[in-house]
């Protein structure tokens, strides 16, 4: 990692110096080239596809290498790509909503873009909307903008990123995209996080943990065994950022981690919540590859740009696209900008993949019986999943029910499940199905451990308590 990491550096330094000596791009990439494929344990290495600004490199060992060298002001101008629009169908006047209010909003440039980088408008437009009433986790600014909360975007139903981006990988031999297992076999759009390159944080041990623990700064804490009771909760430590590089799912820059779209395939575990996605970055939607990976893994509208574009232009149709389909509550193809291609850089525009009659302002309670088989627009805490029984009790209606409890091999913390939304004018009851199950009446009856199910609806101005009953 470190000999990486000082290589990158040193072609940072020499693109930076060419330039200044021959005022030529290209020259000075292809001098970058040189330097790499020179390099003792380079595998090959090239440009960016097509007139694009960077360079690739891969390893001797499997590890990728991108280098961002756009020019100020560019969020990556070269030609656009070729690409194939996928239409979800319209049936009727039927619309296709968001399965989350849950929402969240990646800016790893907020420094660099300040006044020009839409996530700010599309934070402040999500956060001030009362109905519905998104709930957002970020916004993810600079070195907050990690890896670990990429691997989550599954859990949201609309997820902005503001970044730089750029396609590479085009002359990469087609046995090895075979062996990373990507779907495309072209190039391969890559967007920046803002994660530091710290070697220091590729953990290599194999510490044990458990849901209370800590792991070394780097890894997370996989719970392999639990019979439901604190002493008996044990996992391992697994870092997973190095499984990705190893597995072509991010790259490795000069200071900063890139995501491929294979992590988005590897990391969706379930699929995106009918989710819309923005990707406002430079060639984010150049040839499909990230946009067709969120279509497969259950997103329904991806929004990007085709080419090169300048912050200006991307803050400009980002927040009218946001305001459109929040404010105004249009659908998504009726929400795109007007103005399609930015003036600095012809052929570049936004444009969108996936379902033009999506809606992302539904307001009322998302997936209320679990009909879906999970707990899509939903949050929990604690032991809170949906089961299609529980012994010998079956669902009252429908295929799946709702399950939390204080154990059950899980957690030994008190289950919760939650959702904010808005109460239609017309509605004047709430209804629902429970059964109280308890185990633990004689062992504890007559102490302070008691067995208890609340269900309560809240608001600003108190809470109506439906159910409070105990042991």
């Not at 330097?35 to 290495?45: M, P, Y």
């Not at 623990?213 to 639990?226: D, H």
């Not at 890139?258 to 406002?280: C, R, T």
């Amino acid at each position: 990692c470190e000999e990486i990491k000082t290589l990158h550096q040193e072609a940072k330094t020499l693109y930076d110096t060419t330039l200044a000596n021959t005022s030529d791009p290209v020259a000075s990439r292809q001098a970058v080239v040189d330097l790499l494929t020179g390099t003792e344990g380079v595998d090959q290495a090239g440009m960016a596809s097509d007139g694009g600004y960077g360079v690739w490199v891969r390893y001797v060992n499997g590890v990728l290498g991108v280098l961002n060298f756009s020019p100020a002001g560019l969020r990556g101008a070269g030609d656009p790509g070729s690409y194939e629009s996928i239409e979800a169908p319209i049936i009727g006047d039927n619309e296709i909503k968001i399965d989350s209010k849950r929402s969240t909003v990646f800016a790893p440039y907020a420094a660099e873009f300040g006044a020009s980088d839409e996530a700010v408008f599309i934070n402040n437009v999500l956060d001030k909307s009362e109905c519905p009433p998104y709930i957002i986790d970020g916004p993810y600014n600079d070195t907050q903008a990690q890896l670990k909360y990429l691997q989550r975007q599954r859990d949201y139903g609309i997820v902005a990123i503001t970044s730089h981006g750029d396609a590479y990988f085009k002359d990469l031999p087609q046995e090895i995209k075979t062996a990373y297992g990507w779907h495309h076999q072209g190039s391969q759009e890559v967007i920046w996080t803002g994660e530091d390159l710290n070697c220091n944080n590729l953990y290599q041990g194999s510490q044990t943990c458990n849901s209370s623990g800590t792991c070394p700064a780097g890894a997370e804490c996989i719970i392999t065994q639990s019979s439901g009771t604190s002493s008996s909760i044990s996992g391992i430590c697994v870092d997973m950022k190095q499984i990705d590089l190893m597995r072509g799912r991010i790259a490795m820059g000069v200071s900063r981690y890139a995501m491929l779209p294979a992590h988005i395939k590897h990391h969706q575990s379930y699929g995106y919540p009918k989710s819309m996605i923005y990707l406002g970055a430079c060639r984010s939607l150049w040839n499909g590859t990230l946009a067709m990976e969120y279509f497969a893994a259950g997103a329904k509208a991806i929004a990007g740009y085709t080419g090169y574009v300048t912050s200006t232009f991307a803050y400009s149709q980002g927040a009218q696209l946001f305001a459109s389909m929040v404010e105004e509550q249009k659908l998504s193809a009726v929400a795109m900008p007007d103005v399609t291609e930015d003036p600095d850089n012809p052929g570049s525009k936004l444009m969108m993949i996936g379902a033009s009659n999506l809606n992302v302002y539904d307001a009322e309670i998302i997936n209320p019986s679990w009909e879906t088989g999970e707990l899509t627009g939903w949050f929990k805490d604690g032991d809170g999943r949906v089961v299609s029984k529980l012994g010998i009790t079956a669902p009252v209606e429908g295929k799946f029910m709702s399950l939390i409890s204080t154990g059950m091999g899980y957690t030994v913390q008190t289950g919760e499940i939650y959702q904010d939304f808005c109460i239609p004018d017309d509605k004047v009851e709430a209804s629902f199905y429970w059964k109280f199950y308890s185990e633990e009446f004689k062992e504890w009856c007559g102490s302070s451990f008691q067995d208890t199910f609340q269900a309560t609806l809240e608001a600003e101005i108190g809470q109506i308590t439906m159910v409070d009953t105990w042991v």
